[in-house]
């Protein structure tokens, strides 16, 4: 029969209350994530604040963060190349990654503790005990945990300020009427005279 819907079959609908059930988490895990979006958007406003860093900054900073420096200077003399065939004047920075590495081991080693540090990572010294490399990393490293330990905890101080202000808005103020009941359900407070 024309325009007839059949029966559905146990397993179709069953796949139709698993497909129903993950649009309400979709539209959960959304309403989710639009206010993690919100709170990033403001730690990115945060760092133009103090650094002038775009975005975009911050995001190539991340994804370069566990790359090896050479892969970096790399990437970086590639992009100037490219600027210069776009029309950049760029010929005055041509240079600025080639010829030897000239940074000295502790500073290297130092540079390298640092980013560990400030990254949260486990504190492994890479160079041996009676190497000057391994004091110089060390300094970077408790430096960078000192940095990073710093930055959560104004984080959190923030986040906190932000909690109450909201939970504050939320609180019943003075000419509110109504209180809650011992069942949930919010009844009229009743004038005495």
Known sequence: MVGHN????????????????????????????????????NVYKEVAKYGGFTKADIKWAVGIKDEDAPA??????????????????????????????LEPLEDKAFTAGLKSGRWGQANVNPYGGDHEAHQAWQRGYNQGADERKESLEKAADFLAEEDSLIKGADTPGEGDDTQSGTDGEEKQEEDVF
């Open 6 to 41: 059949p029966e559905k079959s146990d397993r179709e609908k069953f796949e139709d209350q698993q497909i129903i059930k993950a649009f309400g988490e979709i539209e959960e895990l959304e309403s989710q994530g639009a206010g993690v979006r919100g709170k990033l958007g």
């Open 72 to 101: 970096v200077y790399a990437e970086m003399k590639r992009r100037f190349r490219l600027m210069g065939i776009l029309g950049f004047n760029v010929s005055a920075h041509r240079d600025l990654f080639e010829g030897a590495d």
